[in-house]
């Protein structure tokens, strides 16, 4: 049994902040690569940002000196700190992570999604 609960997402003016998080838990031998999607209404998801087990990060260009992605080994959990929301980054956020149970067998897990609107 591994899920993954995303918290954090909400309502905010453009220019504002959201740290949305992703907690996993469950029988988990180890957490590999972890990454945010989002998904707009009538759009394809995306990927927004990852980060590797060493700790390494990509991003998408769009935004590229705007969001964050960090993890907490010990607490099992991803963040995302998003700046200067804009209000094309409303969507539905989901955390992905690539995880190892107990038996060694590696899968990708999804979260349930956490809204995040911006206003204008």
């Known amino acids: 049994q591994v899920q993954l609960v995303e918290s954090g997402g909400g309502l905010v003016q453009a220019g504002g902040s959201l740290r949305p998080s992703c907690a996993a838990s469950?029988?988990?031998?180890?957490?590999?690569?972890l990454g945010w999607y989002r998904q707009a209404p009538g759009k394809q998801r995306e990927l927004v940002a990852y980060i590797t087990s060493g700790g390494s990060t990509n991003y998408a260009d769009s935004v590229k000196g705007r969001f964050t992605i960090s993890r907490d080994n010990a607490k099992r959990t991803v963040y995302l700190q998003m700046n200067s929301l804009k209000s094309e980054d409303t969507a539905v956020y989901y955390c992905?992570?690539?995880?190892?149970?107990?038996?060694?067998?590696?899968?990708?897990?999804w979260g349930q999604g956490t809204q995040v609107t911006v206003s204008s």
């Open positions: 469950g029988s988990i031998l180890s957490i590999n690569s």
């Open positions: 992905n992570a690539a995880i190892t149970g107990l038996r060694g067998v590696t899968y990708a897990y």
